[in-house]
T-cell receptor, first 114, second 116 residues
Framework: DGGITQSPKYLFRKEGQNVTLSCEQNLNHDAMYWYRQDPGQGLRLIYYSQIVNDFQKGDIAEGYSVSREKKESFPLTVTSAQKNPTAFYLC?????????????FGNGTRLTVT | AQTVTQSQPEMSVQEAETVTLSCTYDTSESDYYLFWYKQPPSRQMILVIRQEAYKQQNATENRFSVNFQKAAKSFSLKISDSQLGDAAMYFCAYRIRTSGTYKYIFGTGTRLKVLA
C-alpha cells in the first residue's frame, strides 16, 4: 500500500547534536512538507519542496535544513542552532498541480532533546 | 498575512448530539482550497472533509458537513450524531498557491471531547 514512512517514531538526542529525521513516500507525489507540532500551536510549516533539488523555507525554518535529492525522500535535519527542538514532527506529501489534493501525512517522529 | 484562526481551544458534545467547530482564515488569494483534519490520540492526521473555494455548495461527508462563507472567510465544521470515536483534535487548513508553489496553512486546533 502507498503511504508515507517516518522513522524513527521516537528519537532522543543530547543538546548540541544534529539529528536527521527520515521521511519516505511511495505515493509518487511531487510535493513534500515538514511541519512541527507543539501543544497549543497547531502545525507550523518548516520547509517544503515542490520538485527534486528545490525547496522553500516555511514559517519557522531557522535551525533546520532539508534536502530533496530523490522524489521519494525529504529528510529533515534539526541542527544545534535550533533553540527549542523538542517537538512532534510531521512529514506530508501531496500532488503538486491538483489544487484539490489534500496532504497525506506520515505517523510522525517525537524528538526529545535533553 | 496568511493565517487560520480556530477560536475554540476545546469543545464538548454529548454523544448523538451535534457540534460545530469554527474556523476563520485570512488570505488575499482568490484560488484556494479548504480542509478539515482530525488527529486522534494516535496522532495520525486524517482528512475529514475538503472544500473548493470557488464552489458555493457546502461539502458533506456522511455525518460531517461544512458551512463555507467565502465573503466572511469562514469555514466551520458540523459533526452530526457525534460518536465516541469523534473525540480528537480537529485542525482547519487551507492550501494556497504562492510564487508558483503550494502551501498548506493550519490553525491551532480544537480539541473535541465526546461525552457518553
Amino acid at each position: 500500500d502507498g503511504g508515507i514512512t517516518q522513522s524513527p517514531k521516537y528519537l532522543f538526542r543530547k543538546e548540541g547534536q544534529n539529528v536527521t529525521l527520515s521521511c519516505e513516500q511511495n505515493l509518487n507525489h511531487d510535493a513534500m512538507y515538514w511541519y512541527r507540532q507543539d501543544p497549543g500551536q497547531g502545525l507550523r510549516l518548516i520547509y517544503y519542496s515542490q520538485i527534486v533539488n528545490d525547496f522553500q523555507k516555511g514559517d519557522i525554518a531557522e535551525g533546520y535544513s532539508v534536502s530533496r535529492e530523490k522524489k521519494e525522500s525529504f529528510p529533515l535535519t534539526v541542527t544545534s542552532a535550533q533553540k527549542n527542538p523538542t517537538a512532534f514532527y510531521l512529514c506530508a506529501s501531496s500532488l503538486r498541480d491538483r489544487g484539490f489534493s489534500p496532504l497525506h501525512f506520515g505517523n510522525g517522529t517525537r524528538l526529545t532533546v535533553t | 498575512a496568511q493565517t487560520v484562526t480556530q477560536s475554540q481551544p476545546e469543545m464538548s458534545v454529548q454523544e448523538a448530539e451535534t457540534v460545530t467547530l469554527s474556523c476563520t482564515y485570512d488570505t488575499s488569494e482568490s484560488d484556494y482550497y479548504l480542509f478539515w483534519y482530525k488527529q486522534p490520540p494516535s496522532r495520525q492526521m486524517i482528512l475529514v472533509i475538503r472544500q473548493e473555494a470557488y464552489k458555493q455548495q457546502n461539502a458533506t461527508e456522511n455525518r460531517f458537513s461544512v458551512n463555507f462563507q467565502k465573503a466572511a472567510k469562514s469555514f466551520s465544521l458540523k459533526i452530526s450524531d457525534s460518536q465516541l470515536g469523534d473525540a480528537a483534535m480537529y485542525f482547519c487548513a487551507y492550501r494556497i498557491r504562492t510564487s508558483g508553489t503550494y502551501k498548506y496553512i493550519f490553525g491551532t486546533g480544537t480539541r473535541l471531547k465526546v461525552l457518553a
